[in-house]
């Protein structure tokens, strides 16, 4: 058991750029979250896949960005047009439903937009 | 979601137990009561969860109050790697989506 592993771990990109962000989650988790943390805030729910559903989508993640999980493992999430509000940090988290319900989260990528 | 209410700060001492208190009166019959912290520069950290009765593990014991209404986090023996932000999280099993909804949680600071 490695994990929940991100990557990159810091991105700064300038605004109007695109970037992705990579999440390997623990191996055999079906469930993957994607969350957004600001400075000084708790984390905020993004989207989650089951497998490689994407079943829920927040409101706060808007048509610049997208999301997947190919192959029911490792997923991405993409920004385009980055904007400075656009600067947190992305936290990746797995859980092994229906067993176990605890998420287990990766580093998170840092995110900057100049 | 239902809410939960935190104390923004707590304080404790090394090797002293610590109580961080949780209330959330709109609790409903599915909720799960979570627990989750995140020490700086980290991603949170799951402790524990329980749906109704009290719950031990390695890291924590949860108290759940007999109307569910409030939960306390007990930590036995805090250590200076005990010092994190504290979330009390509800998620509903009812939708089965278990997504976590933070609040600003308890900052623990602990003294040596």
New interface residues.
Partial sequence: DTG?SQDPRHKITKRGQNVTFRCDPISEHN?L?W?RQTL??????LT?FQNEAQ??KSRLLSDRFSAERPKGSFSTLEIQRTEQGDSAMY?C?S?L?PSK????????TRLTVL | DAKTTQPNSMESNEEEPVHLPCNHSTISGTDYIHWYRQLPSQGPEYVIHGLTSNVNNRMASLAIAEDRKSSTLILHRATLRDAAVYYCILSNSGGSNYKLTFGKGTLLTVNP
Avoid at chain 1, 40 to 45: K, V
Avoid at chain 1, 101 to 108: D, L, R, S, V, W
């Fill in positions: 929940v469930r979250y969350y000084g805030q708790g984390p905020e729910f989650y079943l829920e936290l988290a859980s439903l319900i605890e998420q287990f989260f990766g580093p998170g």
